[in-house]
């Protein structure tokens, strides 16, 4: 889609093509809504569970090498030389972690919201469940659902967990009491 040979910028590319496009999707949205709900809702469910690690992280960098190319034609060689144009990182291994973490991370954020002991850490976990959740309908809907949309804010879910255990017993010193 974004090469210059691609039919979008045969049709004029963005500015040019913009018009016809927003006839389309208004034509699209009036004559299917319930499809469009539907699909969108599907592509919610499905962007909030892509928690994957490392997606996107591949040797596959032809947007990358195009802008060498482009715009930095000396500094070619070396970029197709390097690692991040040569070796894969396999992510499989860490994926073993981070989903099942992450997933049961986002199962305890309701119980973290109904039962936390300070309405701080529960506001806290409101706050990401509901970035989760906008995420997810934002990315979903409007782009394809994919891994690294989601796994960019679902690493703090843990986070937040871990906050809500370890400081559920803690108690802040009378000095930082006093200053509240």
Not at 75 to 100: D, E, K, M
Not at 127 to 146: D, F
Request: hydrophobic share 50%; glycine share 6%; with cysteine.
């Amino acid at each position: 889609m974004w090469a210059e040979t691609s039919p979008f910028y045969r049709l004029g590319g963005p500015e040019q093509f913009e018009p016809e496009a927003r006839r389309i999707v208004i034509e699209s949205l009036t004559l299917y809504p319930g499809m469009h709900l539907k699909a969108a809702i599907l592509d919610t469910l499905q962007q909030f569970s892509a928690i994957a690690t490392g997606d996107g992280l591949t040797p596959w960098n032809w947007n990358t090498q195009w802008t060498f190319e482009r715009f930095a034609p000396g500094a070619l060689p070396g970029y197709l030389a390097g690692r991040q144009a040569t070796s894969p990182f396999n992510f499989g291994w860490a994926n073993l972690v981070h989903i099942p973490v992450q997933a049961l991370a986002i199962a305890a954020l309701p119980a973290i919201i109904l039962a936390a002991a300070s309405r701080r850490i529960a506001a806290l976990a409101a706050v990401l469940l509901a970035a989760l959740v906008g995420n997810a309908v934002i990315c979903g809907v409007l782009s394809n659902p994919h891994d690294r949309y989601q796994s960019r804010l679902a690493w703090l879910v843990p986070l937040v967990v871990a906050i809500a255990v370890l400081g559920r017993d803690r108690q802040f010193p009378r000095s930082i009491q006093a200053r509240r």
